[in-house]
């Protein structure tokens, strides 16, 4: 299990430098959840499904379909 978390951490964090890279491209300072459907396209990741609202006002909703989900506890950082 602790070999699943470690992998899921390093994949999570790639995800998420590459969505600050598409943030910063964009010449904004806020990471949107476009950045990170982005990022997940660019890494050829699996179909995020959702309701994309069209409202600049309003946030979109997205959804992974997975039936098998690892509970795990998450620690709060010490910074």
Do not use: F
Request: contains cysteine; hydrophobic residues 35%; proline residues 3%.
């Amino acid at each position: 299990m602790h070999h699943c978390v470690k992998i899921s951490n390093a994949w999570l964090r790639e995800i998420m430098e590459e969505a600050i890279k598409c943030m910063r491209h964009s010449r904004r300072i806020i990471v949107t959840s476009e950045d990170v459907d982005n990022a997940l396209t660019l890494r050829n990741a699996e179909p995020v499904y959702g309701l994309a609202s069209g409202d600049p006002g309003h946030n979109d909703l997205y959804y992974i379909d997975d039936k098998h989900v690892i509970e795990a506890r998450l620690h709060k950082s010490s910074s």
